[in-house]
């Protein structure tokens, strides 16, 4: 089962932006999804998904709104590193 969601914006906005009215529609979906998924609302599985395209693709596409494919929370990634140091064997 799936749901609607429908967005109204001005006929002439897809147009002005240099884009086909369906380019236009893809963008915006294709936004909104990036920023469920920055706001760690959505996976990347998830918000491939939503956007009907591979998550590899969805991954790829990060990149052009700054978007990193690694989301992180502040210190995760020095908690990282220091589990990975504990696990190093010593010489």
Same mark, same amino acid.
């Given at each position: 089962?799936?749901?609607?969601?429908?967005?109204?914006?001005?006929?002439?906005?897809?147009?002005?932006?240099?884009?086909?009215?369906?380019?236009?529609?893809?963008?915006?979906?294709?936004?909104?999804?990036?920023?469920?998924? @920055?706001?760690?609302? =959505?996976?990347?599985?998830? $918000?491939?998904?939503?956007?009907?395209? #591979? %998550?590899?693709?969805?991954?790829?596409?990060?990149?052009?709104?700054?978007?990193?494919?690694?989301?992180? @929370?502040?210190?995760? =990634?020095?908690?990282?590193? $220091?589990?990975?140091?504990?696990?190093? #064997? %010593?010489?």
């Amino acid at each position: 089962m799936s749901n609607t969601l429908t967005v109204q914006y001005p006929g002439t906005l897809p147009e002005a932006l240099n884009m086909s009215r369906s380019e236009f529609e893809r963008e915006a979906k294709l936004a909104m999804a990036v920023k469920l998924f @920055e706001t760690s609302k =959505l996976s990347s599985g998830q $918000a491939a998904e939503l956007v009907g395209i #591979p %998550r590899v693709y969805f991954l790829y596409e990060l990149s052009r709104f700054g978007v990193s494919p690694i989301q992180l @929370e502040p210190g995760e =990634l020095e908690e990282d590193i $220091a589990n990975a140091e504990r696990a190093l #064997p %010593r010489h």
